[in-house]
């Protein structure tokens, strides 16, 4: 089976964000960069298979040479080798055509990518991704098994899920509990250095969007207490004060 | 030109937060001074569908087919689009959203933005702000392209109501097979509860409710309040409660009038699913916990003590 997981390079769920050159540009001082959680489910989730059923995971990113990092951390946890695609991943749409074009003619029997990014969080990426490539795509996938050349599925819906079932080839945005975050082990580390990873350059896209400013969202005010011997006051307070009730 | 807005049922009844989109995309309408539709598809009554008029839209066209699968959806929204000369789309953020809206994009070779949470700015360019880093940030954005897809966020504008009534068209659509290739062989729903995303209200438990034999606490003053319930991640790792209830940067991300997290330490991930909330309440047995800087309201005490007073106080005030 040969499998595609598609991984960002985004700044660790705990970072500060901040913004500098007049609120242009993110401030990437002191933040320490991850593969995106639910990528990460999802490059779990592959290893797995074809730890189980044979073949290969590819990673891929769209982004600047600072990515390396990540993708060489994929390649530790497990993946066999590693394309980036040389450039500034703004714009979802423009992602998800270097993508498509990398994997055309690859033939993949699976794309998986996470359900969303942590930074742009648009869920956007598998949808275009499988239009582009004439292929179904699903999101977000909770569980995933294939059995021959058929993927059956846990699809969240609002409120529960269904179980689905589709031929493969496809594309899936994954969440937890697909699988659990793997470690890498000291010869995966060792190896990652050594596992190609092939660099390549973008197609253009016009009218790509480009953010022209950034903002923060503005502080709450402080909090207030409520004694815990009379916590009723707390719905006068949600009442008469801040008016939400 | 003009402009259509999908808009979602859960049963036969319109959702809120697709009213609200609705109004959303008749106000940008009338900034543009085009029409603006609205496509349902769904199993619904006239009734429902006329009443979108109430919130701006001219014409509803309406496919009645509840089953129809997603992929399917973008195609027909595409055609439906095509048929009225709509080059912008407006969605309602959804998870359901979510996993067909961008294919839509592509078909339409559209500019797309998710997590709009502002009218968009029609000055000759068409500039939105949207959410990023998980709510941590925004991005003001110009949409060059002649199409274009949004996805608008909860509470993104004050719906303007009137007594107008949308006339109603039912069109008809064929999927291609590949959009209907999947097939859906199971669908396990937690019946009658109130939808996370949806709620004006949400009362969160974590681990500090030590077990799921304890959630009862939660889900009464829930009820009281007319609220749905939520988790923290370890509560649903630990299967206290359903993956689809927990709120944060890997879950669900809310934005109720009222976020009440009981028992929850209010570690970033945390908030990163609930710092857009209006109002935020925290009860926690410990003064340090972190969330109380994030909050509006704290209570510092024990919540199985707390919780059945608040209750009570709750059913008082509400009826
Ligand atoms: C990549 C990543 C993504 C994550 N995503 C999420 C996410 O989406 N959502 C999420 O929630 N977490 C997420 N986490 C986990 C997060 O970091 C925290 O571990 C988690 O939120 C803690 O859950 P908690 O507050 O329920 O438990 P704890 O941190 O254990 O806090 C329990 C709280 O209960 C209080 N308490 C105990 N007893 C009582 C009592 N009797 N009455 C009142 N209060 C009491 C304690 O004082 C304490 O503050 C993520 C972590 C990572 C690394
Ligand atoms: N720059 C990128 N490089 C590779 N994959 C990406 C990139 N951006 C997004 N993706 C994939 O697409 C998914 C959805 O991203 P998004 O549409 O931005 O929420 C992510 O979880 C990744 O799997």
Redesign the interface.
Known sequence: MKILVCITHV?D??SK?S?VENDTKFNTSGVQYIIG??DEYALSRAIELRDMAGGTVTVINVGSADAEVTIRKALAIGADDAVRVNADPA???FV?LQISEYAKNENFDLILMG??S???????????V???L?L?????I?KLDIQGSTATMW?????????????MPLVA?C???IAEWKLPNMKGIMSARTKPLKVIEPVAVA?A?????????AA??G??????AT??K??????NE?K?? | MSIICYVECAGSTIKKSSLECASFASQVASKLGVRAYAIVIANTDNAQLEMLGNYGIAEVLHIDDAQMLPMARASAIYDASKSINANIVIFPKSVSVDGFASRLAVKMKANMVSNVCELPITDGTFTVKRSLYTGKAFAITELKSENKVLVVKKNAVQPIVTQDKASVKKISFQPQETDTALKVTEVVKSSGDLLLTEAEIVVSGGRGMKGPENWHLIENLAKALGAATGCSKPVSDMDWRPHHEHVGQTGVKVSPNIYIAVGISGAIQHLAGVNTSKCIVVINKDPEAPFFKAADYGIVGDAFEILPKLTDAAKKILT
């Open positions: 700044p769920t705990t964000i913004f959680p639910y714009d979802a749409y998800a359900r969303e942590i930074d742009f969080n648009g869920n956007m990426v598998h949808g275009m499988g239009e582009m004439g179904p795509s699903l999101s977000p909770m699809k969240e819906i609002e409120g529960g899920k269904e179980v689905v079932t589709l031929n945005g969440q937890e509990p009218d969007i480009v953010a022209s400013k950034y903002e923060l969202p709450r005010s909090v207030k207490m409520v004694d815990a916590p009723e707390l719905f006068e307070l949600l009442k801040a939400v009730l």
